[in-house]
């Protein structure tokens, strides 16, 4: 009975998820909208009001909308982030190697410096520089080191103004940050690892495409060597490994 009475909840939560999914596909609802009531929800839905508010939580655990007590629910209208929980899991489950990973941040990555070189804002380029000068000042606290590498990586994806791009990469980079906060007591020194971002940065201040796409390629080789050395044969996923943000990281 539980079994059957479980399943039912979930299936109505279901339509109420489908339901305000269909209207922003259909241009009814956009970012920033305010949904109907939840009273309202229920009478148009024929569901309970448990229902309807299981599938509104099912949507902002999506980050398809956003609850805000005493307000309402609201489609969202902040930036694009993709579910980097799941992709940690998924990467786990079809075994992506190492070196399949690193390809991939190396081809997002680079693309997203150029692309930052043509189009970064100054207050882009004030969040690049930002992050370049928190390494160097944490280079004798690595973890605090590794949330300016994050930082840094993260605004230069923002400066591509490419929001996909930047998802992305945040999703994959996430992967490697984590992996090397599990390992930080098997870091080089932090000013030479933070040279080579300072060089990035400087490429992307300059309006160089071409020396930003190049400059990130030889850094990511060169971090791939140093995540090697630092992890051995270790799996680049770990069985408490999560999105970075768990970790107070920023992704």
Same mark, same amino acid.
């Given at each position: 009975m539980l079994k059957r009475r479980l399943t039912s909840e979930d299936a109505a939560s279901g339509v109420v998820a489908a339901c305000i999914r269909r209207k922003i596909l259909a241009g009814e609802l956009r970012r920033g909208d305010k949904l109907p009531p939840e009273r309202d929800l229920v009478q148009q839905l024929g569901l309970s009001r448990t229902s309807v508010r299981a #599938?509104?939580?099912?949507? *902002?655990? @999506?980050?398809? /909308? %956003?609850?805000?007590?005493?307000?309402?629910?609201?489609?969202?209208?902040?930036?694009?982030v993709?579910?980097?929980?799941?992709?940690?899991?998924?990467?786990?489950?079809?075994?992506?190697?190492?070196?399949?990973?690193?390809?991939?941040?190396?081809?997002?990555?680079?693309?997203?410096?150029?692309?930052?070189?043509?189009?970064?804002? #100054?207050?882009?380029?004030? *969040?690049? @520089?930002?992050? /370049? %000068?928190?390494?160097f000042a944490s280079a004798a606290d690595p973890l605090e080191f590794l949330r300016y590498d994050a930082a840094f990586h993260h605004a230069v994806a923002a400066a591509s103004k490419n929001p996909v791009l930047a998802s992305l990469v945040d999703m994959v980079s996430g992967m490697f940050f984590e992996a090397r906060r599990r390992a930080t007591d098997r870091m080089p020194p932090l000013t030479k690892l933070a040279e080579p971002h300072r060089s990035i940065y400087l490429a992307i201040r300059d309006r160089d495409p071409e020396a930003a796409r190049a400059r990130t390629v030889d850094h990511l080789i060169e971090a791939e060597r140093l995540l090697q050395a630092e992890l051995g044969d270790a799996p680049l996923i770990g069985p408490d490994a999560g999105p970075l943000a768990s970790s107070g990281v920023p992704a």
């Open positions: #599938g509104l939580q099912q949507l *902002a655990a @999506a980050g398809i /909308v %956003t609850i805000s007590h005493g307000r309402g629910t609201f489609v969202a209208d902040g930036p694009l993709l579910d980097s929980e799941q992709f940690h899991f998924l990467s786990a489950l079809h075994g992506f190697s190492r070196a399949e990973m690193f390809e991939a941040r190396r081809s997002l990555e680079s693309t997203v410096a150029a692309l930052a070189a043509e189009r970064a804002t #100054g207050e882009d380029l004030a *969040a690049i @520089a930002d992050a /370049v %000068t928190g390494m």
